[in-house]
Every structure is written in structure tokens, then in C-alpha cells.
């Protein structure tokens, strides 16, 4: 037994480690509510596995061999309570889960606004191969692979793919969702806890997929001014032409930003459906 607790003590925090940075971690109310959504869920099912497992180590130990108490009923075939027993406790559990799953898809709404006192950031999101562009529309910058946003304040995603549908994914702040060409998704997220959260892409894309990764930095707002001080600064412009060569498949690509953004180049990006940027770029002169 003593060893039975090393072995337990060792294996627990190992096993354990890997939920810092995952659902099981939440940092935000969206997914602190999604994490809810998973206990609740997961206390309705062990109400029937628990009991189950219980009565299966007791009829088999009542109906070993050596028991002679144990009535032997080899012409049994049916029993009207014991199917009643049978099918109503797994339909109450699925009617219980389901509802708990579908009242929380209701709450949880990706366009549902997060009410708030201060003025929501809005990000656009780009799914480029293999890489990520955030543009902050009301602010006039865009950065690839690395997005910084002020803790405490709602973020307002629209998302949309440069050609292969993607996934939008941060762990810790809650829900992932979609990009597709030519169509925008819209997903509202905040961060309560200031820190650095990983992101990357839940859907496979091809052979860069493995590096389509991003970090969310959320940062006080005296930090957040800093930061947009320093995008500002430096960097270059992000027009039809440097969207066009940033559009061109590479992975692994380092965190950038841009001093400045063209105007509705969201817009035009998904308007351009499913052409790639080069091949926009020569037959539309929006982009320039």
C-alpha cells in the first residue's frame, strides 16, 4: 500500500501538468462556463457509471460459484421491471446531459456580445497558410502570429480563411470556431487574468498545420498603450502587395507587426472568396 501511494503521489501532478494550458485552466467567463458545462456533465454520467460498476462487481460476486444461496434460473427470459430499470435511467441521464449541453450552446452563443463597462476591442482574424493575421480595425495595425489584447475587455473576433477552412482555437479563453473563405464567423472572448495563452489552429490544413500556432498576450492597459505605441513605430504597411506576399504558404513564420492597414482589407479579403491573394491582386485593383 505504501508504494501504491508513491506511485499515485508521482503520476497524479504528471499527469495533471498538462491541463496549465488547457481547457481545464480557464481564464476567461466563456470558457470558465464551458469548463462548468463539462463537470455538470460529467457528475450526470458518473451517476450512472458509478452505481454501475458497483452492481456489476455485486452480481458477480453473488453469483459465484460457491454461493449456494444464489438462485440458478436457466429458463429466465424476461423481466418487465428489469427492462423498465434497464432503459429509463440511460434515457433520463442522455435527457439530463442533453439539456445541460443544450441550454449551455444557447448561453455560450459565439456572437452573443460579453457585457462589459468598457469599450469592447474588435480583432479580425485571418487564417493565411500556415500563419495568422489579426488586424485591429479601430486601431490601425496588424500583427501575424502574436496578438496582444487588455485584460478585463471583451474582444470582438470576425474571422474569415484566405482559401482552406481553418479553426480558431485559445484554450483557455474558450471557444473555438471556424474560418471560412468568403464568409465571415464572429466570436466574443475576454481574458480576466493577465498572461501569455497559446493558440493555434484545431483543424487540419496541410503541411504546415503543425506550426500554425500564436500566442494572446492579455495585458493591463497602460501595457496595451505601449505595445500600440511600438506597432506604430515600426514595421511596415500592410497594402494589397504585402498582403499578397504574406499570403503565400510558408510555416514557422516569427511574429510581425504592421505600423498601419489599408482600409477594408478584412473586407476585401473575404470578398475575394476563394482566389488566392496573388491572384486578386492582378485582376482587382481594390486591394491597392
Given at each position: 500500500?505504501?508504494?501504491?501511494?508513491?506511485?499515485?503521489?508521482?503520476?497524479?501532478?504528471?499527469?495533471?501538468?498538462?491541463?496549465?494550458?488547457?481547457?481545464?485552466?480557464?481564464?476567461?467567463?466563456?470558457?470558465?462556463?464551458?469548463?462548468?458545462?463539462?463537470?455538470?456533465?460529467?457528475?450526470?454520467?458518473?451517476?450512472?457509471?458509478?452505481?454501475?460498476?458497483?452492481?456489476?462487481?455485486?452480481?458477480?460476486?453473488?453469483?459465484?460459484?460457491?454461493?449456494?444461496?444464489?438462485?440458478?434460473?436457466?429458463?429466465?427470459?424476461?423481466?418487465?421491471?428489469?427492462?423498465?430499470?434497464?432503459?429509463?435511467?440511460?434515457?433520463?441521464?442522455?435527457?439530463?446531459?442533453?439539456?445541460?449541453?443544450?441550454?449551455?450552446?444557447?448561453?455560450?452563443?459565439?456572437?452573443?456580445?460579453?457585457?462589459?463597462?468598457?469599450?469592447?476591442?474588435?480583432?479580425?482574424?485571418?487564417?493565411?497558410?500556415?500563419?495568422?493575421?489579426?488586424?485591429?480595425?479601430?486601431?490601425?495595425?496588424?500583427?501575424?502570429?502574436?496578438?496582444?489584447?487588455?485584460?478585463?475587455?471583451?474582444?470582438?473576433?470576425?474571422?474569415?480563411?484566405?482559401?482552406?477552412?481553418?479553426?480558431?482555437?485559445?484554450?483557455?479563453?474558450?471557444?473555438?470556431?471556424?474560418?471560412?473563405?468568403?464568409?465571415?464567423?464572429?466570436?466574443?472572448?475576454?481574458?480576466?487574468?493577465?498572461?501569455?495563452?497559446?493558440?493555434?489552429?484545431?483543424?487540419?490544413?496541410?503541411?504546415?498545420?503543425?506550426?500554425?500556432?500564436?500566442?494572446?498576450?492579455?495585458?493591463?492597459?497602460?501595457?496595451?498603450?505601449?505595445?500600440?505605441?511600438?506597432?506604430?513605430?515600426?514595421?511596415?504597411?500592410?497594402?494589397?502587395?504585402?498582403?499578397?506576399?504574406?499570403?503565400?504558404?510558408?510555416?514557422?513564420?516569427?511574429?510581425?507587426?504592421?505600423?498601419?492597414?489599408?482600409?477594408?482589407?478584412?473586407?476585401?479579403?473575404?470578398?475575394?472568396?476563394?482566389?488566392?491573394?496573388?491572384?486578386?491582386?492582378q485582376s482587382d485593383s481594390h486591394f491597392h
Amino acid at each position: 500500500m505504501r508504494y501504491h501511494k508513491a506511485v499515485a503521489l508521482f503520476v497524479c501532478p504528471v499527469l495533471l501538468g498538462g491541463c496549465k494550458e488547457g481547457i481545464l485552466n480557464p481564464k476567461g467567463p466563456i470558457a470558465f462556463a464551458e469548463l462548468q458545462i463539462l463537470v455538470n456533465s460529467l457528475g450526470i454520467m458518473l451517476a450512472i457509471v458509478i452505481p454501475t460498476i458497483f452492481a456489476i462487481v455485486a452480481v458477480a460476486f453473488w453469483y459465484r460459484a460457491s454461493n449456494r444461496k444464489a438462485r440458478y434460473l436457466p429458463d429466465f427470459v424476461y423481466s418487465g421491471r428489469l427492462e423498465l430499470l434497464v432503459w429509463s435511467i440511460p434515457a433520463m441521464t442522455v435527457m439530463l446531459v442533453g439539456s445541460v449541453a443544450w441550454v449551455g450552446a444557447h448561453d455560450l452563443d459565439p456572437r452573443k456580445p460579453i457585457p462589459a463597462v468598457v469599450e469592447p476591442v474588435t480583432v479580425q482574424v485571418v487564417s493565411l497558410d500556415w500563419k495568422w493575421l489579426f488586424i485591429y480595425p479601430q486601431l490601425g495595425i496588424a500583427s501575424v502570429n502574436h496578438m496582444v489584447v487588455p485584460v478585463g475587455t471583451p474582444v470582438n473576433f470576425e474571422l474569415t480563411s484566405s482559401g482552406v477552412m481553418n479553426s480558431f482555437f485559445v484554450p483557455q479563453l474558450g471557444s473555438q470556431i471556424y474560418t471560412m473563405s468568403g464568409m465571415t464567423t464572429h466570436l466574443w472572448l475576454r481574458a480576466d487574468h493577465a498572461g501569455r495563452y497559446p493558440g493555434f489552429s484545431a483543424n487540419y490544413s496541410g503541411e504546415g498545420f503543425s506550426g500554425m500556432r500564436f500566442t494572446l498576450d492579455a495585458v493591463p492597459a497602460d501595457q496595451f498603450a505601449k505595445w500600440l505605441a511600438m506597432a506604430r513605430g515600426g514595421g511596415t504597411v500592410l497594402d494589397g502587395a504585402a498582403y499578397v506576399n504574406l499570403a503565400k504558404p510558408s510555416s514557422d513564420v516569427q511574429p510581425t507587426t504592421y505600423r498601419s492597414v489599408v482600409p477594408r482589407l478584412f473586407e476585401n479579403i473575404v470578398g475575394s472568396g476563394m482566389y488566392s491573394g496573388f491572384e486578386l491582386s492582378q485582376s482587382d485593383s481594390h486591394f491597392h
